[in-house]
């Protein structure tokens, strides 16, 4: 999602900053859990992106979602 569209409302103390293989994209881990709650990159139109782990959006029914596969490494 775009960036300035996403608000973290509390927990920022308990969140640490991981860069995995090329580093483009801060992945944000719950030091008390350890569960990606979100990362934070850049679109390939260069603008700033959020992506949000919707398992730690409580307001969300999982079950409701529609899931479109995409395999990354033949795409």
Known sequence: MPANLFRLVTGEDD???????????????CTT???QAFACGTGPDG?????INLRC???????????QPFDGASA
């Open 15 to 29: 969140l640490r900053s991981y860069r995995f293989n090329t580093h483009r994209i801060e992945h944000r881990f």
């Open 33 to 35: 859990c350890g569960t």
């Open 47 to 51: 603008s700033e992106t959020r992506a």
């Open 57 to 67: 959006v409580p307001e969300v029914d999982l079950d409701s979602l529609h899931l």
